[in-house]
């Protein structure tokens, strides 16, 4: 498998190992829809072996550590079992030392697919694969995910609180023996985030005038459907009144020149007034913000008319320490944007279809990832919406989100 492959599983127990030329701590965590554990009884690693339809197995040294995966077994409301690694030794990176995952039949042992992620270097952990739900059908996707910030970046991002330590097993013996009993991480619980490093900047955006075509002053929802060029604003007033309705903005992207499918990923990060990150809604948080943000779920091709991913935000629900969302998409396979053709977003009212603003990437730079548009709410409590079209060399969202800071 390459990285963002998937394959459907007939088997309903499979078995993930994960091997490297060096001892490793595997695990695995059983998300919800919004992309995190419910509690900690749904990490499952060494020292808790066991959860709702999860199950770790040792290697003791001598073999590889796994985690079996029995989908008939899983709570309804598990929708994904992610399976991550990390080097045993303390702050040792995966560099040079590249793991293979091996997706087995657990009762047969027969072998569904292997995967090696490619190119690591400072990563300390890793989500190597996840065993998701797909139109009631289970699937097995590679990712290959690194982390710099090690099993604490992992942690954070799926809901176990992180406390001055890493919340990572602790260090274990070269040889199989008794292990103390490491502390199972608290109840889900999301620190607040670090604000992004950043110049002063007011509580919220100054209200500046868009950059209109000459003599057109501000745009607006007035005269219908707005057609943007990189770098123009649309203030969404209609008529006098601030757009705060639900409104979807849907993604859109074709292979060039009838290539291969590309697998593209649409997300929204959200920030605060001081461009500080607040969360990010993507293929694996699907809903962030209290429901105000939500994702429409991976699209792995490309294919068909119409957008690919689509998120709807609630702009009247949204939070009032959000008040910028920078709305971006990523080549998770490695594919770059001078591969894609027609590349696209657009703003629709979600009460009656009708498409506000559009926005045609017509530039492509050799990057695998693109900030596509931004809205930034103003003093007056409006929105405004900027074309963006800046490209930025990250696979994933987490590549992004300062980016998308320094762009507010």
Sequence with gaps: MTPGSNLPLEAVRVTVEVAAPVRLDVSGLL???????????????????????????????????????????????????????????????????????????????????????????????????????????????????????????????????????????????????????????????????????????????????????????????????VSLQKNQTVSLVKHGKPLLAQVRMGLGWEPAFRGRDIDLDASVIAYGPQRNHIDSCYFGRLSILGGAVKHSGDNLTGEGAGDDEVITVDLGRLPAEATGLVFTVNSFSGQKFTEVAKAYCRLIDAATGEELVRFDLTGAEPQTGVMMAKLIRQFSGEWEMTAMGDFVKSRTVRGMVKPGADAL
């Design 31 to 225: 998300l919800a829809a919004d992309g995190k554990v419910r509690s900690d009884a749904d990490f499952v690693f060494y020292n808790q072996p066991s959860g709702p339809g999860v199950s770790h197995r040792s290697g003791g040294g001598a073999g590889p550590d796994s985690v079996t995966v029995d989908t008939g077994a899983l709570p309804p409301d598990v929708e994904r079992v992610v399976v991550t690694a990390s080097p045993d030794a303390a702050g040792q990176t995966f560099q040079g030392i590249e793991p293979t995952a091996t997706v087995r039949q657990a009762d047969t042992g027969a072998v569904i697919a292997t995967f090696t992620p490619p190119q690591l270097g400072t990563e300390t952990a890793l989500v190597v694969v996840e065993v998701y739900r797909r139109g009631g059908a289970w699937k097995v996707r590679a990712v290959g995910q690194g982390y710099a910030d090690g099993l604490a970046g992992i942690a954070t991002d799926f809901g176990v609180s992180v406390e001055e330590e890493p919340a990572a097993p602790a260090a274990r013996p070269a040889a199989p023996a008794p292990r103390p009993p490491a502390p199972v991480s608290p109840p889900v619980t999301v620190p607040p985030p670090a604000p992004v490093p950043a110049g002063p900047v007011p509580a919220a955006p100054p209200a500046a005038p868009a950059p209109a075509a000459a003599g057109t002053g501000k745009i607006n929802l007035d005269k219908g459907r």
